[in-house]
């Protein structure tokens, strides 16, 4: 059983649309949720993360929606460039899992310009 | 530079071989991880270590066995490689193994089972 679902497996948006990828756990006692970037051939770098005592974080043109009644998630790219153009992956780590980062399958995310 | 190195980039090998592969991060952290990356790109933490100390062992095959020489250093070592091998192996380091520590990712080595 998979603790944290991604969907869509892959988007693609025109250069200057909301990208919105979303994010679902299983485990209420989860308490970080990072998103993570990885482009082809390197490694995945940390994008933004939230706690589980917010509801919003916002950085740039990047802002996670988090529902805990729901445990839902969502990332939101707004005025999506080319250079978006990757795979990002949701986790969630905390509670039960203590430190072990918990991943998503991905979104593949492709802006077409 | 600070950074997650790891060698080599790219390994391929017959299956019944052993294979190593290093990680060396210059960030001055506690605690490194290995993850493997299977070929649908779903990652799977394999092992974690702080300070040398083994304290994340989830389930792989017994063939697969880590080994830190410092707190800097992970390395990973396959004895006898099987076909489901195949994968790209991804080193991380944090700075305290906290639940909320950013982890920071190696380019990933990429193994090739024949």
């Known amino acids: 059983q998979q603790q944290v679902r991604q969907s869509p497996q892959s988007l693609t948006v025109w250069e200057g649309e909301t990208a919105i990828l979303n994010c679902s756990y299983e485990d209420s006692t989860f308490n970080y949720f990072p998103w993570y970037q990885q482009f082809p051939g390197e490694g995945p770098a940390l994008l933004i993360s939230?706690?589980?005592?917010?509801d919003k974080k916002e950085d740039g043109r990047f802002t996670i929606f988090f529902n805990k009644r729901e445990k839902k998630l969502s990332l939101h790219i707004t005025d999506s460039q080319p250079g978006d153009s990757a795979t990002y992956f949701c986790a969630a780590s905390g509670g039960s899992s203590g430190n072990k980062l918990i991943f998503g399958i991905g979104t593949l995310l492709s802006v077409k310009p | 530079e600070t950074a997650v190195f790891q060698t080599p980039n790219y390994h391929v090998t017959q299956v019944g071989n052993e294979v190593s592969f290093n990680c060396k991060q210059t960030l001055g952290h506690d605690t490194m991880y290995w993850y493997k990356q299977d070929s649908k790109k779903l990652l799977k933490i394999m092992f974690s270590?702080?300070?040398?100390?083994?304290?994340v062992n989830e389930t792989v095959p017994r063939r697969f066995s880590p080994q830190s020489s410092d707190k800097a250093h992970l390395n990973l070592r396959i004895k006898s490689v099987e076909p489901e091998d195949s994968a790209v192996y991804l080193c991380?380091?944090?700075?305290?193994?906290?639940?909320?520590?950013?982890?920071?990712f190696g380019p990933g080595t990429r193994l090739l089972v024949l």
């Open positions: 991380a380091s944090s700075p305290w193994g906290g639940d909320q520590d950013t982890q920071y």
């Open positions: 270590y702080n300070n040398k100390q083994l304290i």
């Open positions: 939230i706690r589980s005592v917010s």
